[in-house]
């Protein structure tokens, strides 16, 4: 849930300057590294999946009903 927040926020953020600097600069272009991009992402993914899967192994319902 996090990371899907924070690479929302994220896009919105580049979009926000990237169509502020092609509006103001007559001539440019964006030619981002997709595939770094995609694996960057993918691994963001991945890394926060395995952290939550590790999280939730030590967690116990006997625990959450003490609560």
Do not use: H
Not at 47 to 64: D, F, N, T
Request: proline fraction near 4%; hydrophobic fraction near 60%.
């Amino acid at each position: 849930m996090i990371t899907s927040l924070a690479t929302i926020a994220a896009c919105s953020i580049t979009v926000v300057a990237a169509a502020t600097m092609l509006l103001r600069l007559s001539g440019t272009q964006i030619n981002p590294p997709w595939i770094v991009m995609l694996a960057l992402i993918c691994s963001l993914i991945t890394a926060q999946v395995l952290a939550s899967l590790l999280a939730l192994r030590g967690l116990r319902p006997e625990l959450a009903r003490e609560a």
